[in-house]
């Protein structure tokens, strides 16, 4: 039978990809926008920063306090492509959201599966790069391969999934082949492309599985308690599947961002380390919002591990503010042995 050998989570938010003198072009962004989630309630960067002043957060938005912190950062991501490669699995499963790169709002499936052939990491696009909002286009030239490269994907274990989601009553959307842009089918999203990219050795990439969770878009993001229980079904899915083959299970994205709330992220890491399931799926869903809503798809992770023997370590827990009103990202990075 199958074997879950290896887990782990990564951040993926645009800080890691840009240097911190560079922070202040998505900091710039935070100034100007109208409406930041913060515990269940919308501010302006104003009322944000009134609100917050006391934390003293200013401290942590300097140069050096930044660079220790994106060194810290690259430190685990170089450690995880260390430790995915000694493990070095046949297959690898990565939960990740759709923030509107396949997906679009004419049709927005809360959970999907990709079951196609192979999957392209897309090369950088300078017209769209160009385009992009302030900062974003700095990180998609950072983390677009120079040209595409298409990898294999594991269609038998994603049917297996698929299959098993709806003998367990997940209504799943399966997906057999990427959309099509003007310049011909789309690469893989921004959740997918930054492990492939940054922690993935390209000389030996593991078959991959797709599975693309809407946490970010209302009015149908699935309940942290429904992405854990989607989670135990792929487990049990994964461990039933007749193969000899080895599989690594990895969430993309999270935690808290674009405004970061550490007790939040503690509460969810102690959750993991603990494995206390009503403490994980019990956030009120109107603190996972936003980009803090990519923590559902290492929720989901979790429940997938679930089915397993492996642990959750923590290997760094890094909060990376872009402004003294708490914006930025808070970048997790674990695994599960
Ligand atoms: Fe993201």
Redesign the pocket.
């Known amino acids: 039978m199958a074997e879950i050998v290896f887990g782990f989570g990564t951040a993926?938010?645009p800080l890691l990809s840009t240097p911190p003198d560079k922070w202040d072009l998505r900091g710039e962004a935070d100034r100007r926008n109208p409406a930041h989630p913060f515990r269940g309630k919308y501010y302006t960067y104003d009322e944000l920063y009134e609100l917050r002043k006391e934390e003293g957060l200013d401290a942590q938005n300097v140069i050096e306090v930044r660079t220790e912190r994106h060194e810290r950062c690259q430190a685990q991501v170089r450690t995880l492509g260390k430790k995915l490669s000694e493990v070095d699995p046949d297959v690898l499963l990565i939960v990740g959201?759709d923030?509107h790169e396949w997906f679009q709002e004419n049709v927005q499936p809360a959970f999907a599966v990709y079951h196609g052939e192979d999957i392209k990491n897309a090369a950088l696009d300078e017209e769209k790069a160009a385009k992009a909002p302030p900062g974003i286009g700095y990180v998609m030239r950072a983390n677009s391969p120079p040209e595409d490269i298409h990898y294999p994907c594991e269609p038998a274990l994603a049917d297996k999934i698929i299959a098993s989601a709806i003998e367990n009553e997940f209504d799943i959307t399966a997906s057999k082949s990427p959309p099509v842009g003007d310049k011909g089918q789309l690469g893989m999203g921004?959740?997918f492309g930054y492990i492939y990219e940054k922690i993935v050795d390209e000389a030996k990439p593991p078959a991959l599985v797709p599975i693309l969770i809407n946490t970010f878009f209302p009015p149908n993001q699935a309940s942290s308690k429904r992405c854990f229980d989607f989670g135990r079904m792929i487990g049990r899915a994964v461990n039933e599947w007749d193969s000899d083959k080895t599989i690594a299970i990895a969430a993309s994205?999270g935690l808290s961002h674009f405004v970061i709330d550490e007790d939040f992220d503690h509460r969810i890491i102690e959750a993991f380390k603990s494995g206390d399931i009503a403490a994980l799926t019990g956030e009120p869903e109107n603190l996972m919002q936003s980009?803090t809503s990519?923590t559902k798809n290492w929720i989901v992770v979790a429940g997938i591990l679930t089915e397993t023997n492996l642990n959750f370590n923590l290997l760094d827990y890094v909060p990376c503010y872009r402004t003294g009103a708490g914006t930025g990202n808070a970048m997790a990075f674990a695994t599960w042995t």
Do not use: M
Request: net charge negative.
């Open positions: 993926h938010g959201d923030q921004h959740a994205g980009g990519e």
